[in-house]
């Protein structure tokens, strides 16, 4: 069996469908646009949201678009020491890829930590996990946010890269995130979160599993 052409003919035909891949990036990270988010429930019933919202413009975005879109022009601002929780469903998912697969933004106005869990089917969530607020990675990028109205106010962007399999999450992947302030201040700035891009190596494996397979159907 020629596996290697295999493989090599995946690859070129990924080279040929990533530049038409819709992406968005922030600093050195590629977020897939297709996996930013559709739905946002607020465990407040959105009371917070209102009158704390951030957006580049100065309106307020509304639910679900304080964080879900694929840009990073709108947020939630001072989320509360773990008081209020907000839930990004996500219609098409996010699997679990070699390494990182999505990333966490928040505005940095201050520096706080983060809790999150996730869901395998968009109903039964896992426990909540700390996530500190030294695991974010500076993106180089600023934006200026209107605050609930007030403003504009200026912050850099930083990133939380979330590897799924570090939460035992399977190769299916999830189906949406609980995120919420990880005590600290309770200043939390949330903007996104949202899939990357898979890289060139992880999709050809995935292709090349998917050719080889139906080459043993074919001649089985």
């Known amino acids: 069996m020629q596996t290697g052409r ?5 690859v ?13 990036t922030l600093g050195s990270f590629i977020f897939d646009d297709n996996k930013f988010g559709d739905t946002l429930t607020e465990s407040d019933g959105g009371s917070h949201s209102s009158g704390n919202w951030l ?3 100065n309106a307020n975005p509304g639910n679900p678009g304080y964080l879900t879109g694929a840009h990073f022009e709108t947020g939630v601002a001072n989320m509360g020491a ?3 929780d907000y839930t990004i469903g996500y219609a098409s998912g996010i699997p679990n890829m ?3 697969d999505m990333g966490i933004v928040v505005a940095r106005y201050s520096t ?22 030294g695991t974010a990675v500076d993106s180089g990028e600023d934006r200026t946010y209107y605050y609930g109205g007030g403003g504009p106010y200026p912050a850099r962007l930083w990133v939380h890269p979330i590897d799924l399999s570090d939460y035992g999450i399977g190769a299916g992947g999830i189906m ?45």
């Open 6 to 10: 295999v493989i090599a003919g995946v």
């Open 12 to 24: 070129a035909c990924v080279g040929l469908g990533a530049g038409a891949q819709a992406q968005t």
């Open 55 to 57: 957006n580049t413009t």
């Open 82 to 84: 773990g008081t209020i």
């Open 98 to 100: 070699t390494g990182d």
């Open 112 to 133: 706080d930590n983060v809790e999150i869990r996730f869901s395998t089917d968009g109903v039964t969530f896992g426990p909540w996990t700390f996530l500190g607020s």
């Open 176 to 220: 949406a995130i609980g995120i919420r302030t990880g005590g600290g201040s309770g200043e939390l700035d949330l903007i996104r979160a949202a899939g990357f891009i898979p890289s060139p190596s992880t999709v050809a494996l995935v292709g090349a599993a998917g050719l080889l397979a139906g080459r043993r159907r074919r001649h089985g």
